[in-house]
């Protein structure tokens, strides 16, 4: 086998011989654990059956009028038979999609009343990719079901938690702790022996990356192995739990629950700028061990608890980005309808995340498989309903609150928004008093945007204090070419001061014309603009008597000008008439001219309040950041079951409330001015519950074992697995709260089992009796995940960066769409994106964004041994490795061998795999001219492909 270096050198690797010597060795397989159509019923349920029943069961189900071309579309078999046209689709194949080809209005045009959005066509897209999953077998109908509530409760999630009395086994070495009894006690009943204890070498790497997500160091190995005490196991567990790096790993296990991204996906996808915040809360509240049922209480109802002190207020602000991190399209126009989309995706979030309950089946019909009414999921919606979310627009947004701050800057940002909220409202009432004045004077002000313009003049808002739309100029060209006509139409009779705005500069005209035309003659009046305006806008050019007919007329011209001629607007103030009563023209004269000083003196007033006002400006604190986050609705409200779960179609309200079958005697009421959240919180996290705890532990299970007591994580209902070992599972979520939901004293307790520690090595009488390992027997050989297989990578390159982050999307990052990925720290800081994943992570089956996935996907496929061998990525760390290796161990090719296997693997190379590794590298290309560096390069990139360097043991 041939590979290209980033030089052109030809290196041959031994594939065959690295495999037969178990440095490359064929991939483990094991049965994916639970039902692979859960995903897919639930995205019938949520994207696709509700578009059936709003847009097509109208023309096309059993109990329409008419039943056009003959088509069903209620029931699967329906869709697969199709009508006069043939099949609506084949599951798997969109091309031959006739259902599909109509929703794209490229053949038939369906439905009539217009195209959907690209969204619901992209569902359906996706629903037949994933082989069309539809669970409604012999349905021909809505069919109205009657759900025995008491009935439901005897399944074995709905049961209460119960203390089962722990077995005392025979095996003697089993009966240190409570799980090797209630494992061992299932081993014997089956005659089942349990593989060995692992190496130490095997324990240590497996601890590392369990609880960290990082490789340990050749001296951390060494210094776990030199231990000799009987609690070196111990102090390591306590060790890692206490390492910052923990929190990255368990923390990331929640944000894919959590469906965490930094982009909103749908549409023309926004970006969620203060995402990384709860990223980030995530991680700390994991290091710091905040107990579980307050790790819910703060993302489902932060916003409503009493905080100690700003930072705790922070945290909980920013815990309730949970509920608005999903992906939406903000751009859809029926508002109602995205309201309503966006409580739908939060409660399908919260039954998963928390209850392992698929809640959305439920929207538009009672669910079809468990004991969960419709008005339960309405009773949650309204719930969410209460709460604010969306900001309108046509465009609409997600909620923000500014980021609370300490006291002291606190005091400082309220003292300076007080000061200028004062400044702007004594300018508004300077602003208010000045146009009563100029009323009292009976002002007319015409703008610009209002006169004859002669000439070529040119419109500008440069300058911003401008009257009106903005003013003009006659750009010092063409003089005596240019005029302003303005025709004062509503001027009554009588007396005006005429005055002109412009703005003053050097470069402006020193003698500017202004000619007074009126049936009784004309005057012309010249006015120098370099001089500011009397009022900073306005400057008289003197009093005149108007005849309020059409013969009035004001022109501004440019001729004989030396500069720029402004016009801005112009003003007619009423001024005194000359009066035979000497005593009343006196009077109004007096008045007229107190008017005027008045008006004077408040103008200068408001230009010292604006000037004082930009000073105040310039202290101003820095900006206070806003974060996502929810709030209460001003009037909170129970809400109606939709009819087939159209929102435009409300039937009977029901009261909020929860999940009627796990509800207990001391289910919290909601108050009829709260939204609700508070007590939903209290529910769930109600030790009670009978989900909370149990789904919970079983999480954790699932994460060191790589497969759930229950191996349908996401799914506690009867579409969802029993759980192996029932009695345990009650025992750990009993311990947990016990404990007082800690997270890391869970940890402890499993990881420091025995049966937690066995060998993943199997017997075939094991693997005979126990195909899929249910009764562990042995430990299961587990695939890195995609975010600990480029921290390895860059870690044993000596590149990665171990360091926290705040956000690391770029500044001048205005899309996710094309963005690089550049940057050398953890994975769980990298960038997530709904339409963008990084390469390594996306290939190596990182979680859909879009989704709460509790149990991700483990494949194997050509892409990801091809992204492994030609990637420059891979290539550049692999050529840091060797890089690293050389500068070490300059002339020890030995002890370079033990240090890449050390470093990579865990372990040292057993006696085949170092001879075939001294004997590859000194293998030469076709013509001798490899250099040491790109031999050795070559090999640590045969490593990093290799299966044992992505699995663990």
């Not at 090797?180 to 590392?208: F, G, H, N």
């Not at 109606?640 to 079958?661: A, S």
């Amino acid at each position: 086998m041939l590979r290209t270096e980033p030089k052109a050198c030809l290196i041959r690797i031994p594939v065959l011989i690295l495999i037969m010597s178990g440095l490359l060795s064929p991939a483990w397989s094991a049965e994916a654990a639970g039902n692979v159509s859960d995903k897919g019923i639930e995205f019938f349920e949520s994207k696709i059956r509700p578009v059936l029943i709003k847009h097509c069961y109208e023309c096309h189900a059993a109990d329409s009028k008419s039943i056009r071309g003959g088509l069903l579309l209620d029931t699967r078999a329906g869709l697969l038979k199709g009508g006069d046209s043939g099949a609506a689709l084949e599951p798997g194949k969109t091309e031959d999609s006739l259902l599909l080809e109509s929703l794209r209005f490229e053949s038939f045009e369906m439905p009539p009343s217009g195209k959907l959005s690209p969204e619901i066509i992209a569902d359906f897209e996706t629903w037949i990719t994933m082989g069309a999953p539809d669970p409604r077998d012999g349905e021909s109908k809505i069919v109205k079901q009657s759900i025995d509530i008491e009935a439901g409760k005897q399944f074995w999630a709905f049961r209460p938690i119960t203390d089962h009395p722990v077995p005392t086994v025979t095996d003697a070495d089993w009966n240190e702790t409570d799980i090797d009894r209630l494992i061992r006690a299932r081993q014997e009943q089956q005659k089942l022996k349990p593989s060995a204890t692992a190496s130490r070498t095997t324990l240590v790497r497996r601890l590392y990356y369990d609880l960290t997500g990082l490789p340990p160091t050749p001296a951390q190995i060494d210094r776990y192995l030199k231990d000799p005490s009987p609690a070196a196991t111990e102090k390591l567990v306590d060790e890692l739990l206490a390492s910052p790096h923990f929190g990255e790993r368990w923390g990331r296990y929640w944000l894919d629950i959590a469906r965490y991204s930094q982009s909103t996906g749908g549409g023309r996808s926004l970006l969620y700028d203060s995402a990384w915040r709860y990223r980030n809360y995530v991680i700390d509240s994991f290091n710091s061990d905040k107990p579980y049922d307050q790790f819910i209480t703060e993302q489902i109802a932060g916003d409503l608890l009493d905080a100690k002190d700003y930072q705790q207020e922070r945290e909980q602000l920013v815990a309730t980005a949970f509920l608005l991190l999903g992906p939406t399209n903000y751009e859809q126009q029926d508002k109602e309808q995205l309201r309503m989309d966006v409580i739908d995706e939060q409660i399908q979030t919260v039954g998963r995340a928390f209850l392992s309950m698929t809640l959305g089946c439920a929207r538009c019909h009672d669910h079809k498989f468990d004991p969960i009414p419709a008005s339960d999921y309405y009773a949650l919606a309204g719930i969410f309903r209460s709460t604010k979310m969306l900001t309108p627009g046509n465009v609409s947004g997600w909620t923000k609150r500014p980021l609370p701050l300490p006291t002291p800057e606190k005091m400082k940002y309220d003292a300076y928004h007080q000061t200028l909220a004062s400044l702007d409202s004594q300018i508004k009432s300077k602003q208010d008093e000045l146009k009563l004045l100029r009323k009292n004077l009976n002002t007319i002000t015409l703008d610009d945007s209002s006169a004859i313009l002669i000439g070529d003049w040119k419109e500008s808002t440069f300058y911003k204090d401008y009257i009106g739309k903005g003013y003009i100029h006659d750009q010092h060209t063409a003089k005596g070419k240019k005029l302003v006509k303005f025709s004062p139409r509503k001027l009554k009779s009588g007396r005006y001061d005429v005055q002109l705005a412009y703005n003053s500069a050097e470069s402006r005209a020193s003698r500017v014309p202004i000619t007074i035309k009126t049936p009784k003659g004309e005057q012309t009046v010249y006015l120098n603009q370099r001089i500011q305006p009397t009022d900073g806008a306005f400057a008289s050019v003197g009093e005149f008597e108007f005849s309020g007919t059409k013969g009035d007329e004001i022109i501004v011209s440019n001729e004989g000008t030396d500069g720029y001629v402004i016009v801005d607007a112009i003003r007619f103030i009423s001024a005194p008439v000359d009066s035979t009563d000497t005593n009343q023209q006196q009077s109004a004269v007096s008045e007229y001219k107190q008017t005027l000083l008045k008006i004077k003196e408040t103008k200068h007033q408001l230009v010292d309040l604006k000037t004082e006002m930009e000073q105040h400006k310039k202290t101003a604190p820095p900006a206070v950041p806003e974060i996502m986050s929810v709030d209460e609705q001003d009037e909170p409200a129970d809400y109606h079951v939709l009819i087939r779960g159209d929102v435009h179609h409300p039937g009977k309200q029901v009261p909020r409330g929860f999940i009627t079958v796990a509800q207990t005697s001391k289910s919290p009421s909601i108050p009829a001015d709260a939204s609700g959240r508070r007590e939903l919180a209290r529910w769930i996290t109600d030790p009670q519950n009978p989900l909370t705890a149990r789904v919970y532990v079983n999480r954790i299970w699932h994460h060191l074992f790589g497969s759930g007591l229950v191996r349908t994580v996401d799914n506690f209902g009867f579409r969802g697995e029993t759980p192996s070992h029932p009695e345990l599972l009650d025992h750990l979520a009993l311990k947990l709260i016990e404990n007082g939901w800690s997270t890391k004293a869970m940890i402890r307790e499993i990881v420091l089992s025995k049966t937690y520690q066995l060998s993943s090595s199997s017997t075939v009488k094991q693997r005979e009796q126990d195909p899929n390992n249910r009764l562990l027997s042995h430990q299961n050989h587990r695939r890195l995940d995609a975010e600990a297989i480029r921290d390895t990578i860059l870690f044993v390159s000596g590149k990665l960066d171990l360091s926290q982050h705040d956000q690391t999307i770029r500044p001048d990052t205005k899309s996710e769409y094309g963005y690089q990925f550049h940057n050398q720290f953890r994975s769980v800081y990298v960038p997530v994106f709904r339409n963008r994943l990084h390469e390594l992570l996306a290939i190596f089956d990182f979680p859909d964004p879009n989704l709460s996935v509790g149990r991700r996907n483990t494949s194997t496929l050509s892409t990801q041994a091809l992204y492994l061998m030609n990637n420059p990525f891979v290539l550049e760390q692999a050529r840091n490795t060797a890089e690293r290796l050389l500068e070490k161990y300059p002339d020890d090719e030995s002890a370079r061998i033990n240090a890449l296997f050390r470093m990579s693997l865990g372990r040292l190379p057993s006696e085949a795999e170092k001879n075939n590794t001294a004997s590859f590298l000194n293998q030469t290309g076709p013509q001798d001219t490899v250099t040491e560096l790109e031999r050795w390069t070559a090999c640590c990139q045969t490593i990093i492909a290799c299966i044992d360097f992505r699995y663990i043991k």
